[in-house]
């Protein structure tokens, strides 16, 4: 499996703080199945810019570490970017990074409590430089969940949706948790990621995430949203522009009942 959300490089940002801690994060989520892991810190407009340079630079110790310890994770490059209106000349100017610096797809992460007004016009400046925007942890914002068919708008132009492991189990409250467990019976999730910012104190809590996730969608889909998906992400293979979204039935609803009716319940 691959992992795009990490936050396993050491002093770069709120994630792990130093290589021992790094080390004990990799170990772990490697005994919860991950073979790659895309490392993704905070990168922010301004004063604590974090620069492509850097996370490379890091990515490369942390790869070589990685290997003297022998844990057989592959580690790569890529950025958690917070959006800024600017986003998209930036990633022109080389100064963002993008998944796995494949120049393909890139993470981007929206405030938490609102959907700036300039966000979907920095998706389609993305998307005009070819690059497919992954828009993170859709589950825990609290403006995707007050108004959640904007989310179904964006996957129709070909936004992509990465779900966090540990909001299925609720570690993110109540609403991330219905919010994922909606988004994921209806399709709308592409890949999952454990965002991992520190060693987790309970040793199976990813393992639950990926259990649960895969009782929800079945076998064939949870190979493409840890395996597949993130595959056709680091190779650019997702189809670009707009496309069709079917949102599949939910189980115990009244058939003819509108999803997003039913979503607001
Ligand atoms: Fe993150």
């Known amino acids: 499996m691959i992992?795009?959300?990490?936050?396993?490089?050491p002093g770069l940002d709120d994630g792990s703080k130093n290589m021992e801690e790094t080390l004990?994060?990799?170990?772990?989520?490697h005994e919860a199945g991950f073979k790659t892991l895309i490392a993704t810190p905070h990168v922010l407009e301004g004063r604590d810019y974090l620069s492509a340079g850097e996370i490379l630079a890091t990515t490369d110790q942390v790869r070589e570490r990685v290997v003297e310890a022998g844990i057989p994770v592959e580690?790569?490059?890529g950025a958690e970017n917070y959006i800024f209106p600017d986003l998209a000349k930036w990633v022109s100017a080389g100064k963002l990074l993008t998944l796995g610096n494949t120049g393909k797809c890139i993470l981007v992460e929206l405030p938490m409590l609102e959907i700036p007004h300039y966000t979907e016009q920095v998706f389609f400046?993305?998307?005009?430089?070819?690059?497919?925007?992954?828009?993170?942890?859709?589950?825990?914002?609290k403006g995707l969940a007050d108004q959640p068919e904007r989310i179904l708008e964006w996957a129709k132009k070909g936004i992509l949706f990465q779900l966090n492991l540990r909001?299925?189990?609720?570690?993110y409250g109540p609403q991330a948790r219905q919010l994922a467990e909606t988004l994921l019976r209806s399709d709308l999730i592409h890949v999952v990621g454990s965002d991992a910012h520190r060693v987790s104190r309970s040793e199976s809590s990813y393992l639950e995430g990926l259990r649960r996730i895969e009782e929800i969608?079945?076998?064939d889909r949870y190979r493409e949203l840890t395996r597949r998906n993130p595959q056709l992400i680091l190779e650019g293979e997702f189809l670009q522009g707009e496309r069709d979204y079917l949102l599949k039935g939910l189980s115990g609803r009244k058939s003819g009942s509108r999803f997003w009716d039913w979503f607001r319940r």
């Open 217 to 219: 969608v079945g076998g």
């Open 125 to 141: 400046e993305l998307q005009v430089l070819g690059i497919t925007p992954v828009l993170a942890h859709p589950e825990r914002n």
């Open 75 to 77: 580690i790569l490059p």
């Open 167 to 171: 909001s299925i189990s609720g570690h």
């Open 24 to 29: 004990g994060m990799v170990r772990q989520l």
């Open 3 to 9: 992992d795009i959300h990490s936050h396993i490089l």
